[in-house]
């Protein structure tokens, strides 16, 4: 399965940071917009140029298929697609979670991660986009992780793969695990943003895609 995101607005790029970490739950689309790559998993087309995103049965780091995201030519540093799925964080509240996955570059002229962010009704909790972690250029399959906690009053958890500028990645095998507080989180205060910048509509959204999700990740290396 392959998908083409359309263009969009490219005014989104003058909100703050937390305004458009809302955009990205996908809560804050039409349905129309928000579309399966594979089960369990969204695409949203945020303010990219265009994308082709899909399932890749022809490149895996194991089994027999890996998702990816891969621009098309005239897309400049500053657009981007995004890969995630939601979970409820019910099971995990007060425990300290570790995200990990493989992921594999070419030609990417600015940045591909892995991203994960934790709600609740008062705002953002957690995040971590890898700013300083992300790969570039051409990789072979390089194993990324994101390590944050989730408080007690968390409502859900999103998280997935981002591209950012021209190139193509492929995302497989990824980890959800609890560990130990020994393992150190991957972002100071956990990546709280020090102001909330959500209006009370776009909390609303969030925390209603939660009320369907799972209460744990599912396909994680991409086989169904």
């Known amino acids: 399965m ?11 790029r003058l909100l703050s940071c937390y305004t458009l970490a809302a955009l990205f739950a996908f809560g804050w689309q039409p349905a129309t917009k928000t579309r399966q790559v594979a089960p369990g ?8 140029e265009d994308f082709e995103v899909g399932v890749d049965h022809s490149v895996a780091h194991s089994g ?11 897309a400049t540093d500053t657009s981007h697609a995004t890969i995630g799925q939601r979970i409820k964080a019910d099971a995990y509240l007060g425990k300290r979670i570790r995200l990990s996955g493989f992921i594999k570059t070419v030609n990417v002229t600015s940045r591909a991660r892995l991203w994960m ?12 986009a890898m700013h300083d972690r992300a790969l570039k250029g051409t990789n072979n399959w390089s194993k990324l992780e994101i390590v944050l906690d989730v408080p007690e009053d968390s409502a859900g958890i999103i998280f997935g793969l981002r591209l950012n500028g021209g190139g193509q990645v492929w995302m497989d095998d990824l980890k959800w695990e609890t560990v130990e507080s020994s393992i150190a989180t991957t972002r100071t205060d956990n990546g709280r943003p020090a102001t909330q910048q959500l209006t009370e509509d776009q909390l609303k959204r969030i925390l209603q895609e939660y009320e369907q999700a799972p209460m744990h990740p599912v396909n994680m290396g991409f086989e169904h």
Not at 64 to 74: E, R
Not at 117 to 128: F, N, T, Y
Request: cysteine-free; glycine content about 4%; charged content about 20%.
């Open 2 to 12: 392959v998908i083409v995101l359309p263009t969009s607005s490219r005014q989104l």
């Open 41 to 48: 998993w969204m695409v949203s087309p945020d303010y990219a």
């Open 64 to 74: 027999k298929a890996s998702t990816y995201i891969k621009s098309k030519p005239h």
């Open 117 to 128: 962010r934790i709600d609740s009704a008062k705002g953002i909790l957690g995040q971590d």
